[in-house]
């Protein structure tokens, strides 16, 4: 499975871009999406994952009531929907995906996820 994040770029603060992960390859496979950001400096986590089978998705406290996570099957493509950004949220935004069926509880783990996107780098600042 290939993935390809986009969407990323200069956004004002109180801004709302969305980001798109498109996967190509074994994209029957796919049992999750996740995404995951690196701001400078600091450690990668986690911010948001869905299970494909059932759309049952899981957020991190730092970001939940101000993204959305969803999932087009047809299109074999996630999306990141952020609301309200903040500059601490200027990070590196990763796209991945599992061909595990994992637990709700496991879908924000980084260690159940087997590919990964390049990355988009969203910058929040005025």
Known sequence: VQLQASGGGLVQPGGS???????????FSIGAMGW???????????VAAVRWSDSASRYADS???RVTISRDRVKSTSYLQLN?????DTAVYYCAATSSRP???YLAREDVYDYWGQGTLVTVSS
């Open 17 to 27: 871009p969305r980001l798109s992960c498109a996967a190509s390859g074994r994209t």
């Open 36 to 46: 995951f950001r690196q701001a400078p400096g600091k450690e990668r986590e986690v």
């Open 63 to 65: 970001v939940k009531g």
């Open 84 to 88: 309200s950004l903040k500059p601490e």
């Open 103 to 105: 637990i709700t509880s």
